[in-house]
């Protein structure tokens, strides 16, 4: 359990007070969640000055829900540069185009602020600051965790394991199973009917159906499995390469048959792997805080 500060208006969240100010004083306000609330901005500003006492789960589910509005939000129309909106796309596509844009000042004391701070192994650019979420690109030698977009962390497996993995009776599971071992590879938490994954990309946790996770996580398995037979039969380990044949075509088997099979086989397979997902929730939620709080030390905005 943490205390944050929550802002009653938006949920943004933090464990600074000084940035639940700072959020306060913007010029453009946040948007009010719920419109029922009737407070005036002096009892939203008190209230939000109140540190309460928050689970990981709790901070998932907030910005679970801050995310999936963002998606929805017909308000894409916004300049990094300049942090202007535009209401019409037309007036946003022109102001791009004549390419006037000036770095916002905001963004050139955020960079110099860490600079001078020298945080290490940190690059921070082009900070994106929208209403209550900001985009920074840190180095993940810091962070220690991959992306879900990204290949996984096999670093902590050796020739032997792949081999076992290989020619195991449970392929996939046994070969995930392996994976999350590794705690680079925690960026995955699945909450009900969707999945949160971290993206190094953008750099931040998104949310995905948990119909989409499975595909994907299927795919990645598939992906490395096929490394690990190629990997073994080019180099000098003690098996022929024929003792791997028979094992890469019954894991190309299973693999087609997840696609081309009934629903009703295809949910067994998901719910083998959501198992293993499931074991390591709790060290990935507190991954999840982890890149939270890393992010909140720079600048208090969430993910």
Not at 21 to 27: L, V
């Given at each position: 359990?943490?205390?944050?500060?929550?802002?009653?208006?938006?949920?943004?969240?933090?464990?600074?007070?000084?940035?639940?100010?700072?959020?306060?004083?913007?010029?453009?306000?946040?948007?009010l969640?719920?419109?029922?609330?009737?407070?005036?901005?002096?009892?939203?500003?008190?209230?939000?000055?109140?540190?309460?006492?928050?689970?990981?789960?709790?901070?998932?589910?907030?910005?679970?829900?801050?995310?999936?509005?963002?998606?929805?939000?017909?308000?894409?129309?916004?300049?990094?540069?300049?942090?202007?909106?535009?209401?019409?796309?037309?007036?946003?596509?022109?102001?791009?185009?004549?390419?006037?844009?000036?770095?916002?000042?905001?963004?050139?004391?955020?960079?110099?602020?860490?600079?001078?701070?020298?945080?290490?192994?940190?690059?921070?650019?082009?900070?994106?600051?929208?209403?209550?979420?900001?985009?920074?690109?840190?180095?993940?030698?810091?962070?220690?965790?991959?992306?879900?977009?990204?290949?996984?962390?096999?670093?902590?497996?050796?020739?032997f394991?792949?081999?076992?993995?290989?020619?195991?009776?449970?392929?996939?599971?046994?070969?995930?199973?392996?994976?999350?071992?590794?705690?680079?590879?925690?960026?995955?938490?699945?909450?009900?009917?969707?999945?949160?994954?971290?993206?190094?990309?953008?750099?931040?946790?998104?949310?995905i159906?948990?119909?989409?996770?499975?595909?994907?996580?299927?795919?990645?398995?598939?992906?490395?499995?096929?490394?690990?037979?190629?990997?073994?039969?080019?180099?000098?380990?003690e098996?022929?390469?024929?003792?791997?044949?028979?094992?890469?075509?019954?894991?190309?088997?299973?693999?087609?048959?997840?696609?081309?099979?009934?629903?009703?086989?295809?949910?067994?397979?998901?719910?083998?792997?959501?198992?293993?997902?499931?074991?390591?929730?709790?060290?990935?939620?507190?991954?999840?805080?982890?890149?939270?709080e890393?992010?909140?030390?720079?600048?208090?905005f969430?993910?």
């Open positions: 359990m943490t205390y944050y500060f929550t802002c009653k208006r938006c949920e943004y969240f933090t464990k600074y007070k000084i940035d639940m100010k700072r959020h306060y004083e913007k010029q453009k306000k946040c948007k969640k719920d419109e029922s609330f009737n407070y005036s901005d002096a009892e939203f500003y008190e209230l939000s000055l109140i540190k309460k006492e928050y689970s990981p789960n709790d901070l998932i589910a907030m910005n679970c829900n801050a995310i999936t509005e963002e998606k929805h939000d017909s308000k894409k129309n916004y300049c990094s540069k300049c942090d202007l909106y535009f209401s019409k796309t037309f007036n946003y596509n022109r102001h791009i185009k004549t390419n006037k844009c000036k770095i916002n000042e905001k963004d050139n004391n955020i960079n110099n602020t860490i600079n001078n701070n020298n945080i290490v192994n940190n690059t921070v650019n082009n900070p994106i600051i929208n209403n209550q979420y900001i985009n920074i690109n840190v180095n993940m030698n810091n962070s220690n965790i991959k992306g879900f977009d990204e290949k996984w962390d096999l670093s902590k497996i050796d020739k394991q792949m081999s076992g993995l290989l020619t195991s009776n449970h392929k996939f599971s046994n070969t995930l199973q392996k994976i999350l071992e590794n705690e680079a590879n925690l960026n995955v938490i699945v909450n009900n009917d969707v999945g949160i994954v971290y993206k190094s990309e953008n750099d931040k946790y998104e949310v159906s948990k119909k989409e996770l499975m595909k994907q996580t299927i795919d990645k398995i598939y992906q490395h499995l096929n490394e690990f037979y190629n990997e073994l039969i080019n180099s000098d380990f098996k022929e390469s024929d003792f791997f044949d028979k094992h890469i075509k019954n894991i190309k088997q299973s693999y087609n048959r997840y696609y081309y099979k009934t629903e009703d086989f295809k949910n067994k397979a998901d719910e083998a792997l959501l198992y293993f997902y499931n074991q390591v929730k709790e060290e990935a939620e507190k991954k999840y805080v982890e890149k939270l890393e992010k909140t030390k720079i600048e208090g969430i993910i």
